[in-house]
């Protein structure tokens, strides 16, 4: 009986190590999986100095789960998570370097898939904005003699071609924040709403306008925003100086049957959009405190019938519909109308910007979900834009 106890106690002690052996050396759950990647300076000449953190956050297909785990970098940049799930959750990767905080897209597993690859680039800060340029800018301005004001839509691709990331002059700043970007608006101007790209609580009031506050990172940045400019005896004067040196800019003003002129912009053909005539200006490699004007007058008094579509789509889709529009204006084709099933398409696809805009704010569905979605939509008017101008 000894014997026997001993026989197994013996096998018993080989079993436990055997599943101590297998436990260590299995691969992760059928559910979990391993996040691997690298953190790069993209500085020429830069080194990446030792210790850095970064933080994963997952968000979980449950509303307001989140899961934060921290990794130290080694000497060679690299850094790996083991994740007990994956499914149902989306991951994003920070890390901050000289008080700038770097963010990974977003990253999620497919079914099956145990492993991924990731690399995250940060970069070293200047205090210059030469490296600061614009590839396209739009305006388009709507007189609202009910309300005494213009509705006026501003959209651009900023350019930042260094390989450092700009974080302001340290001669701008406001309550310590440096001011980054600049925005000049015509005088007078009024209830700002800042949209793609620009965050409320970010932004400061500087001489002539306003300023974001976040640092810029190398490659390209959309933002736009809308604000009101005044009507007084029935004339609206729109002039503002250019910020950084600008390749294209295109002004599309409505024609309410007054004078428009466009001051040093050249004057385009009329291009109809919605049953309203646009009064087109366009301006090429604009330098630094160029003026850009634009004097309406003879805006006859009473409500417009409804605000332009085209200035409800910018408001929606921002850059990816003002990119349609300058496609179409920037290659020259005879202005048209929508088709019937088009117009349908672009109805259904602003409601479905405005029903996801309620339902993130009510709290119904998390951020990444929303992200994706309305960057979806965005897609999709951009498209429709595209094939109006093409056709």
């Given at each position: 009986?000894?014997?026997r106890?001993s ?20 691969p ?5 999986g391993?996040?691997?990647g ?5 500085t ?6 030792a ?8 968000s ?10 921290r ?27 000289q008080?700038?905080?770097y963010?990974?897209?977003p990253v999620?597993?497919?079914?099956a898939e145990?492993?991924?690859?990731i690399?995250l ?5 200047t205090?210059s904005?030469?490296?600061?340029t ?5 305006t ?18 900023i ?6 990331t ?5 001669q701008r700043?406001?309550?310590g ?13 009024q209830?700002?709403?800042p949209m793609?790209g ?10 002539n306008?306003?300023?974001d506050?976040a ?21 609206v ?9 600008t390749?294209?800019f ?12 466009g ?5 385009g053909?009329p ?9 087109v200006f ?5 330098a ?5 004007t ?5 805006i006859?008094?009473?409500r417009?019938?409804s ?10 889709g ?18 048209g109308?929508l ?18 805009d309620?339902s993130?704010e009510?709290g ?18 951009a498209e429709l ?7």
């Amino acid at each position: 009986m000894k014997l026997r106890l001993s026989v197994f106690g013996l096998f018993g002690s080989t079993v436990a190590a055997l599943l101590t052996l297998l436990v260590l050396t299995a691969p992760v759950s059928a559910d979990g999986g391993v996040l691997e990647g690298r953190l790069k300076n993209g500085t020429a000449g830069a080194v990446l100095p030792a210790g850095l953190d970064v933080t994963l956050t997952a968000s979980g297909a449950e509303a307001g789960s989140n899961l934060i785990q921290r990794a130290k970098v080694d000497g060679q940049g690299s850094f790996r998570f083991t994740l007990d799930a994956t499914t149902g959750y989306t991951y994003t990767l920070t890390t901050l370097y000289q008080e700038v905080e770097y963010r990974s897209p977003p990253v999620s597993f497919a079914a099956a898939e145990t492993a991924k690859q990731i690399e995250l680039t940060v970069y070293e800060t200047t205090e210059s904005d030469a490296a600061l340029t614009i590839e396209v800018a739009h305006t388009v301005l709507e007189p609202d003699p009910q309300d005494q004001a213009a509705w006026a839509v501003e959209a651009a691709v900023i350019l930042n071609s260094g390989d450092r990331t700009y974080i302001g002059n340290p001669q701008r700043s406001l309550d310590g924040k440096r001011a980054t970007l600049l925005f000049s608006w015509p005088d007078g101007s009024q209830h700002l709403q800042p949209m793609q790209g620009l965050d409320v609580d970010r932004l400061i009031e500087v001489n002539n306008g306003f300023a974001d506050t976040a640092p810029v990172l190398p490659g390209k940045h959309e933002v736009g925003y809308t604000y009101m400019v005044p009507i007084q005896n029935g004339a609206v004067s729109f002039a503002r100086a250019v910020d950084y040196p600008t390749k294209r800019f295109t002004a599309l003003v409505v024609d309410t049957g007054g004078r428009i002129d466009g001051g040093a912009l050249s004057r385009g053909e009329p291009a109809d959009v919605d049953g309203k005539r646009y009064q087109v200006f366009t301006g090429q490699n604009l330098a630094p405190g160029s003026p850009i004007t634009l004097n309406l007058s003879g805006i006859p008094s009473g409500r417009t019938t409804s605000t332009s579509m085209l200035i409800i789509a910018l408001v929606a889709g921002a850059l990816a519909v003002a990119a349609g529009v300058a496609v179409y204006i920037w290659r020259g084709r005879s202005a048209g109308v929508l088709t019937r099933q088009s117009t349908a398409d672009r109805d259904r696809l602003l409601a479905d910007l405005a029903e996801l805009d309620d339902s993130f704010e009510a709290g119904e569905i998390d951020e990444e979900e929303y992200q994706a979605e309305r960057a979806m939509r965005k897609r999709q008017l951009a498209e429709l834009w595209q094939m109006r101008a093409e056709g």
